[in-house]
């Protein structure tokens, strides 16, 4: 055999190992991006998931996980997260953790939609039943078709990542809810992890499905990046808060109620656009019951006439009663947490009505004080007369010399006090 016959088999074998180590490194070997969703589903909520995806994409990480704990929220944020997760060629893994979380709701599709769910002990997943936002009750067949829809919806989520799509169906249609133990049981999710360190080791080397085919997960090694949300998103997803919303939208009508009772201010007015302009944003991402935000302006309106108008009282309470009822309908919803608290309702309330009320007690206070200044200054004062006369004459008074109108004669030195203006003379009586 010749040298040159020799050297092929080593020379093919050396070929497969080059082709082998080229394939090696075409895997991702990015890091692990760790994202915590915690609150409500909403837009600002959606925005921070999605970026944080594109994100991971960007930096070729290994996976994406995200640490979920929802109270459920709005049904297009919701179905923009699903939506991302089914189409996102970096794996996505949904962990319902710590123990105490839940992922109720449109916390349910999230976790179906995912490469991998997973929850920590502790934890409860279901109760994805729709129900109508914005203080209205559906009819019987609008129900029935949204019921539907979303059970359609699921159900296609479910084969497409071959999770239990029967229970899926009961957590929409019954608002079932079950443990981490019992989804685990069910086939709902695939992993249960005490903690991000054990999922870890519980993912590492399990297969995937992705848009662009099977691939397995290689994150033992790779590094956990945590994706936590900036103050931008801090801010916008606080004031999305039904009750923050609520409180703001308080602070920005007493603001501009002061500034129209004392023009000028400037202060007031200023905080007052600015609390308003953030309530209007948060009421964008909330559901709003119109005719209650039309009887908290109208209490406003009813506060402000007060100023004008001689009621006797009748107006304020008016106001109060439409301030009332206005908080109580203004995010009327089943959705527990997407209504106000009662508790943030009656303080907020009497201490708008109080700062209103104090406002219009001095005001009033300030508008019956005697004149300190002009003409109207001199009633009350005390002084002298020049000469004698019965009716008419002249007084000398705060450095000046008055023409004055008596009803009684009065002689030269004698003390007097003014009792009333009449255009430049003034009208006075001989003082005690």
């Known amino acids: 055999m010749s040298l040159k016959s020799r050297l092929i088999p080593f020379l093919i074998l050396a070929l497969f190992l080059s082709l082998a180590s080229h394939a090696s490194g075409e895997e991702k070997t990015g890091p692990v991006y760790y994202v915590k969703a915690d609150g409500i589903i909403n837009p600002v909520m959606a925005e921070y998931i999605l970026g944080a995806i594109k994100k991971a994409a960007d930096e070729n990480a290994v996976a994406v996980i995200i640490e979920l704990d929802t109270p459920g929220g709005l049904d297009l944020s919701m179905r923009e997260i699903v939506k991302h997760i089914l189409s996102s060629d970096t794996p996505i893994i949904v962990y319902v953790a710590p123990g105490g979380s839940r992922a109720a709701s449109a916390g349910v599709f999230i976790t179906y939609a995912a ?40 159900k296609s989520i479910a084969a497409k990542r071959g999770r239990n799509a ?28 005490t903690d991000r360190f054990e999922l870890v080791n519980k993912l590492d080397g399990r297969q995937v499905e992705l848009p662009g085919g099977a691939r397995p997960l290689n994150v033992k090694t790779a590094e956990i ?22 409180i703001l939208m308080m602070i920005g009508l007493i603001g501009i109620y002061f500034e ?109 004080r005697k004149p300190v200044s002009g003409m109207e200054g001199l009633v009350g004062e005390v002084g002298s007369v020049v000469d004698d006369f019965e009716t008419e004459g002249k007084i000398f008074i705060e ?34």
């Open 225 to 246: 990046k945590d994706h936590e949300m900036n103050l931008r998103f801090r801010i916008l997803n606080a004031i999305s808060n039904p009750n923050v919303a609520y």
């Open 166 to 193: 029967e229970w899926a169906e009961k957590a929409v249609r019954e608002s079932v809810n079950i443990t981490a133990e019992e989804a685990f049981k069910l086939g709902v999710i695939d992993i249960i992890a």
């Open 399 to 432: 450095g000046e010399y008055w023409n004055a109108t008596t009803d009684a004669p009065l002689k030269a030195g004698d003390k007097v006090k003014v009792v009333e203006v009449k255009g430049l003379s003034l009208k006075v009586v001989k003082a005690d």
């Open 260 to 368: 129209l009772s004392s023009p000028g201010a400037i202060l007031p007015g200023v905080v007052g656009a600015l609390c308003l302009i953030l309530a209007f944003y948060a009421f964008q991402t909330l559901s709003i019951n119109y005719a209650g935000l039309l009887l908290i302006g109208l209490a406003i309106v009813f506060f402000i006439v007060e100023l004008k108008v001689v009621s006797y009282g009748l107006l304020t309470i008016a106001g109060i009663v439409s301030l009332i009822l206005g908080s109580l309908m203004l995010f009327e919803s089943p959705a527990p947490f997407m209504r106000l608290s009662i508790w943030v309702i009656l303080p907020t309330v009497g201490f708008m009505t109080a700062a209103i009320l104090g406002a219009m007690y001095y005001a009033l206070k300030i508008y019956k």
């Open 115 to 154: 490469n991998v769910a997973a929850m920590a002990p502790g934890t409860n997943i279901g109760s994805a039943h729709p129900v109508a936002m914005g203080g209205g009750k559906m009819d019987e067949t609008m129900a029935k078709k949204v019921e539907n829809d979303a059970v359609a919806y699921i």
